[in-house]
């Protein structure tokens, strides 16, 4: 056990961090049991808007959280599965008649019976009131659909969302079907046509050549969230500004329908403007805000010269289908390009969204707001296109997105959504094997209390246009919807804790939002995790992640092939290791030294690391995957072939294995230290690679002839 914190919690303090979920202990990557210090629990009730200084006040702060749900009639939202008959406690006054019905999204309406349950009143504010219990029957059908409840002249209502007991797996993968595809960073996968960046007509290219070339069934991509409009753009695709919408640096200027009907003039200079920013591509360094700047440039000057009247209703459908999220964000943008970022330095009446200094300033911008949008409608398109070719060349799953763990502290959705995310604290991870320090990704999290409040029509929102065009989607740091790392602000992130979300009604509605798209879930279910978890996952048709050299068994030694995980994606490598060809070279070992990120000597480090790969290693020798002595090539297209002999259901190989790069795409606990997220594609000595020379690659059809040999 470790030493116990100066400041151990209370017993008032565990009560009152029990009831909102904010863990005051838990085991370590280590197997040590730690003791969370008060101040840390405070501070965490303080971002939930729990006083809790004083004792005195933890025990006010708990009475008040208990009568809570007395003095509202219907919970604010439930959440249920499919042939479940949920209990629905209804509050009233004392000895009120009450009825209660459920009004069906798709029309009609189901009474609710009352069931014979006997709770003891309470004097909540100086009133008796009553708890009545009515039931859901089974059968209600999946949706979102809306609970009322009359009592004494008042109606009240709330959300009722049923789920999918079962996510069940998609045709492609039902029986003993199974899937591969590539896992790429789209802004690094550059063709002679990109403008210094990979965008969604190269993932459109990319997708057709291998499903049409190699018999892949998807490409997954990183998340491809918008970021900042103006100023330096974040290079982290796990660190966007809104996760519901989509980056239009990724917006193939010339594919935009209106370029084909502008002056010849015009598209010239387009053209020219192309000319330009192709020079990019040779770059051993991505530079998207030279990127951005030239496709704004080119995009405003296409927005300009306006639609035809078909084109035009299509886009006044879409500004419905997105509604007040999309009119917000593009305010957002809009501002941001009027006063500057972060948007905490624009004038106070401009904090608000629903201000009327923000309704005058939208007003105002008209024009900007309505390009923001133009924007998201045009790369909308561009993303339905590349899943739609994708699956016309052959591809049984498509497009798979990914959804990234939280949004930039300063963006959009931290404006747009107001309470719904936490100040004063921010998301991350406690220490584990690759990440002694722990690590703080500065993302605001999730209220789990404002969630709730909201029918969690923020979460399903953002569910939505993730899946909008997708054969699915990898959700990263999955176990965030169990419980999340919440670091105050000024400490350091071995002084956090956890933080218990309602897992039942995120994964449920996670579940049917995929179910409605008809995508797979993949949870990137990797680090500290509690043993039930997973379990739970594959309960609720969630596939999990498996990267080979991570899975042991219960002796630390490599895991076999037959024993790994069926419903799970897997992989050699992941984009927080370095490439195959990298890693067997142990330059993760070395970045990490170089950066201060060990907390055990270098040395010491490396034997372990050099054990582990040698385990793994001789496995395949023993099982004849792999030749004594075998080269680089050789060995990266073994480990790919083991995972062939696995029962899992998707496979997938990183682009970078299949050019034989070695560089980190990313390295978990820096910033600027190192380049993180902008490494272009690139060969085994670090020579970038276009996808006009993929294409003609022996070493990537090889590498997917390994993949898909058994």
Not at 187 to 208: H, K, N, P, Q, T
Not at 380 to 397: P, Y
Not at 469 to 481: Q, S
Not at 514 to 524: F, K, L, N, T
Request: aromatic share 8%; net charge negative; hydrophobic share 40%.
């Amino acid at each position: 056990m470790t030493d116990a914190p100066l400041d151990p919690p209370s017993r008032e303090l565990v009560d009152l961090a029990r009831h909102f979920g904010v863990a005051t202990e838990y085991w370590s990557w280590t197997g040590e049991h730690v003791l969370v210090p008060a101040s840390t629990v405070r501070a965490v009730l303080g971002a939930l808007g729990v006083e809790a200084s004083t004792d005195a006040e933890a025990l006010q702060a708990l009475h008040v959280a208990q009568e809570q749900p007395w003095r509202r009639v219907l919970p604010p939202v439930v959440v249920c599965r499919s042939g479940w008959k949920p209990w629905i406690p209804v509050h009233v006054p004392h000895g009120s008649a009450v009825q209660a019905w459920v009004e069906l999204e798709g029309g009609g309406r189901r009474d609710l019976a009352q069931r014979d349950h006997w709770v003891e009143p309470r004097v909540v504010d100086g009133a008796q009131i009553g708890e009545a219990t009515f039931e859901v029957p089974a059968d209600v059908p999946l949706g979102w659909h809306k609970l009322i409840a009359r009592a004494g002249g008042r109606t009240t209502s709330c959300p009722l969302v049923v789920t999918p007991d079962v996510l069940e797996l998609p045709e492609p993968l039902t029986g003993d079907g199974r899937a591969w595809g590539f896992m790429t960073q789209l802004y690094s996968v550059r063709s002679s046509r990109s403008w210094g960046i990979g965008d969604l007509d190269d993932l459109a290219e990319l997708a057709v050549w291998s499903a049409s070339d190699l018999g892949a069934d998807f490409v997954l991509t990183n998340p491809l969230h918008a970021a900042e409009p103006v100023g330096e753009m974040e290079p982290s695709p796990y660190l966007p500004t809104t996760r519901r919408f989509v980056n239009p640096l990724y917006i193939r200027v010339e594919a935009v329908p209106e370029v084909a009907s502008m002056s010849s003039a015009q598209r010239q200079l387009i053209e020219w403007q192309a000319d330009q920013a192709q020079l990019a591509n040779a770059a051993d360094s991505l530079d998207r805000d030279a990127a951005w700047q030239a496709k704004r440039s080119a995009l405003g000057q296409v927005f300009e010269a306006g639609r035809t009247l078909g084109r035009e209703r299509e886009y006044e459908r879409f500004l419905v289908e997105q509604g007040q999220g999309l009119l917000d964000f593009a305010t957002w943008s809009a501002l941001a390009e009027e006063h500057g970022l972060p948007w905490a330095s624009w004038p106070e009446e401009l904090h608000d969204p629903t201000s009327d200094a923000v309704a005058a300033e939208r007003d105002r911008l008209a024009d900007r707001v309505d390009f923001h949008c133009w924007l998201q409608w045009v790369a909308d398109e561009q993303l339905a296109t590349a899943h739609r070719r994708a699956r016309a060349a052959g591809m049984s799953l498509g497009v798979v997105h990914d959804l990234a763990v939280g949004v930039h502290p300063e963006g959009a959705d931290v404006w747009g959504l107001g309470s719904a995310l936490a100040r004063g604290v921010s998301v991350g991870a406690p220490p584990d094997a690759f990440n002694q320090q722990g690590q703080d990704w500065s993302q605001p999290p999730w209220r789990p209390d404002r969630l709730a409040e909201l029918g969690y029509a923020p979460y399903r929102d953002m569910l939505r246009t993730v899946l909008r065009h997708a054969g699915g989607v990898r959700v990263d740091h999955v176990l965030g919807l169990f419980r999340l790392w919440w670091v105050p602000e000024g400490h350091p992130p071995t002084e956090g804790t956890y933080v218990r979300y309602d897992h039942e009604a995120l994964v449920g509605i996670l579940a049917l939002e995929a179910y409605r798209a008809g995508s797979v879930v993949i949870g990137e279910d990797l680090g500290v995790v509690e043993p039930w978890v997973r379990s739970y996952l594959t309960e609720r048709g969630v596939l999990g992640t498996s990267i080979l050299w991570f899975e042991k068994d219960g002796d630390g030694e490599p895991l076999p092939p037959e024993s790994w995980r069926e419903l799970c994606l897997a992989t050699v490598t992941t984009h927080d290791l370095p490439p195959t060809a990298g890693y067997l070279a142990g330059v993760h070992v070395d970045l990490r030294e170089s950066l201060g990120l060990l907390t055990r000597p270098v040395e010491q480090e490396r034997e372990i690391d050099e054990a582990e790969r040698a385990s793994v290693l001789s496995m395949l020798v023993a099982r004849g995957l792999l030749a004594p002595g075998a080269g680089e090539r050789e060995t990266v297209e073994a480990l790919h072939r083991f995972l062939t002999w696995t029962p899992s259901r998707l496979l997938g190989v990183s682009l970078a294995d299949a050019v034989g790069d070695r560089r980190a795409i990313n390295q978990p606990g820096t910033d600027e230290q190192y380049p993180n997220w902008r490494v272009p594609l690139a060969d085994g000595d670090g020579q970038p690679v276009l996808l006009d020379d993929l294409f003609r690659d022996r070493r990537a059809r090889s590498l997917a002839r390994a993949v898909r040999g058994r």
